[in-house]
């Protein structure tokens, strides 16, 4: 897990060795344990890198790195599980390796196989290779786009970077908010992450599943690689069988995401999808292991979010997952007055229009002091098996249009379980509330004008291959692949690398989601329960407690962080400046009345929709501060 920049300048003049270093230095938390840089002079090309060490921590691991005599050099972010199965492939071959990275194997594999080597890959990543030969630069983002990669390019020059802030480094890169897209953000965050654009103008987005391909003299050329809609298969007709098999890719995704060559910790919610992975482990580390494997032994720190007196907190089934695996539980706490004093530094890191989750925060900070670098999480879950209440419905309106009368009785006792959400839990109580004061209409109100191009992204969904699927199938794909999941990975890569920690998500393993999206709904949604399939895979694995806990709680936005005193006058103060209310893009004035109604009638989802706003401007501000320092 890494930074990683690159620059090619198109206009015949050289890379500056000055602008390079701190292209990469912006982004030196992702990767605390060095830097490197590496400039091709006759084609005016250079790749920078921040180092977090993980696999092969020793100097042979450094980046960027080459291969085959220097014809080939790559800067790479992410980890390839499967790294050591490959490697042997590669060996067999012929191929020789000097090192015990999985950046080598990368590079050979790219050698080998081509850009076909991506279907090889089981991992996350983004990477660039420049081929010096044939003077062409080659960048693939992994198939779910879990590690990021944003690019420029004007004809004249061509970067890439891992965040969106690195680009402040660039004199050609004016922190300009793209206004269409910033309308988008105030409308649902939800809709960016699936989209090429970006917040500012000028970058792009290289979506997952995408690879791209720049040759001198031409425009980058971007292809999709992947499409999960290709990759469905095959799986046992009877439930018991494909129960089985889940486990089995299961236990797999964990067992080789286990492997590093440093200390491993969890992030543990009490939630069906962490304490799984926790005791995925734990049954793994109780299975003797060749020591060529790689399988870390020091993974037992397991980080429990805790909310004291609230009716989020989920301690008491942190515990049961403690008392059954015999982790050693670190506890973290969050309070609504820990907002302000992280804000900027939070909201710099994660550069999104997005609520800011504190407590993701406070984990990954924990986990960092704690000398933990890697971490186990749960992500993907809940999109790929149907977790939040919203799947129910989807699911319903398949039992209904099926006639089946039996499973939409056994739905709506689903949702009975859910509900109603416990008092106090703003989060989910008023998330239709929230989210429908949210809508364009609303949005637009307050919007200078609307962009003509003010529009949802265009889905790269072919409809000819999901027409023919259910309601919760469509639903968990586009949730999955451009909306919910991408937006949630987005979060917890910038708050987890702020920290230099990286985040591993067995459940996004692609042999896992592959069959997930094959499997019938019902096994999916089934039995009264939501993630069927997982809680009778993990019979006997997870605490019974657990395996059949009903609720969900998730990770909670603290309403204080916005209705606070301190908040109220934060707000107040960014409003009523003089930059907010000369923005080309929204109607300072009608919004300075609308607060000043929210704070006199306490009108919390109100104040939420102003709290947005003033991130959308305490963004621009700290981009267009930090830009300062380099002019």
């Known amino acids: 897990m890494c930074g990683i920049v690159g620059i090619w300048n198109l206009n015949n003049q050289p890379v500056s060795k000055i602008i390079l270093e701190r292209f990469t230095d912006i982004i030196a938390h992702r990767g605390p344990d060095g830097n490197g840089f590496y400039i091709d002079s006759s084609a005016n090309l250079g790749l920078g890198h921040r180092r977090l060490a993980i696999l092969d921590t020793s100097d042979g691991g450094k980046q960027p790195m080459s291969f085959a005599d220097e014809r080939y050099w790559i800067t790479y972010n992410g980890e390839l599980y499967n790294f050591l199965e490959l490697k042997m492939e590669l060996e067999k071959a012929g191929y020789i390796f000097k090192t015990e990275s999985d950046t080598e194997v990368i590079l050979a594999g790219y050698h080998y196989w081509g850009e076909d080597c991506q279907l090889k890959f ?10 010096r030969d044939e003077q062409k630069l080659f960048i693939s983002r992994d198939r779910f786009g879990v590690k990021p990669l944003f690019y420029f390019f004007d004809h004249r020059h061509f970067a890439f970077a891992s965040e969106m802030k690195a680009f402040l480094a660039l004199d050609w890169f004016q922190p300009d908010f793209d206004p269409a897209m910033v309308a988008l953000a105030l ?16 970058l792009q987005n290289l979506l997952g599943g995408y690879c791209l391909i720049l040759r001198a003299g031409e425009k980058p050329k971007t292809r999709r690689w992947w499409n999960t809609l290709d990759h469905l298969v095959d799986v046992p007709q009877s439930y018991e069988e494909q129960v089985d098999r889940f486990r089995e890719l299961f236990l797999d995704a964990c067992r080789i995401r286990m492997r590093s060559d440093v200390p491993i910790g969890t992030a543990l919610s009490g939630g069906l999808d962490s304490s799984s992975i926790v005791c995925g482990m734990h049954n793994i580390s109780n299975q003797k292991r060749s020591q060529q494997e790689r399988i870390a032994g020091n993974w037992q720190k397991a980080f429990i979010m805790t909310y004291p007196g609230a009716s989020i907190d989920e301690r008491e089934y942190a515990d049961e997952v403690v008392n059954h695996t015999g982790v050693y539980p670190v506890y973290c706490t969050a309070g609504a007055n820990s907002y302000l004093e992280h804000y900027d530094e939070i909201l710099f890191h994660l550069e999104a229009i997005s609520d800011i989750h504190l407590g993701p925060w406070q984990v990954y900070k924990a986990q960092s002091e704690n000398g933990v670098v890697v971490t186990m999480d749960g992500h993907g879950g809940d999109e790929a098996m149907g977790g939040y209440p919203w799947y129910i419905g989807s699911a319903l309106s398949d039992s209904v249009s099926q006639f089946d009368l039996v499973g939409a009785l056994r739905l709506i006792s689903i949702l009975k379980g859910l509900a109603p959400f416990p ?43 999901i027409k023919s699927k259910t309601a919760l199938f469509k639903k968990l794909y586009i949730d999955f692949h451009f909306t919910q999941l ?14 230099g920690v990286e985040v591993r998500a067995p459940f996004m393993d692609w042999r896992l989601v592959s069959f997930l999206f094959s499997v019938p709904s019902t096994s999916i949604i089934g039995g009264g329960f939501t993630k069927r399939i997982l809680r009778d895979a993990l019979k006997g694995i997870l605490p019974e407690s657990i395996r059949t806990r009903t609720n969900k709680l998730g990770f909670p936005n603290l309403k204080e962080a916005w209705t606070s005193l301190p908040a109220q006058e934060f707000m107040s103060d960014l409003v009523n400046s003089t930059d907010f209310q000369q923005s080309s893009i929204w109607n ?31 963004l621009i501000k700290l981009f267009r501060e930090k830009k300062k320092q380099f002019s």
């Not at 089981?122 to 081929?131: E, L, P, R």
């Not at 409308?187 to 000028?202: K, T």
């Not at 102003?610 to 401007?617: E, L």
């Open 122 to 131: 089981n991992g996350m990543w983004a990477f660039a290779i420049w081929d």
């Open 187 to 202: 409308s649902s965050e939800r809709l960016i992450e699936g989209n090429e654009r970006c917040l500012f103008q000028g």
């Open 423 to 465: 008092d106090g839990n703003f989060y989910l109580q008023s998330f239709q509330k929230l989210f429908a004061t949210q809508s364009k209409n609303s949005t637009h109100a307050w919007l200078n004008q609307i962009p003509a191009d003010f529009a949802p992204p265009s889905l790269d969904v072919d409809q000819s291959l």
């Open 486 to 499: 991408p937006t949630v990975l987005r979060n917890f890569d910038r708050l987890s690398m702020a920290h």
């Open 588 to 618: 300072g004035k009608k919004i300075k009345v609308e607060l000043a109604s929210a704070i006199r009638e306490s009108n919390d989802v109100q104040l939420h929709r102003v709290w947005v706003y003033s991130q959308a401007m305490s």
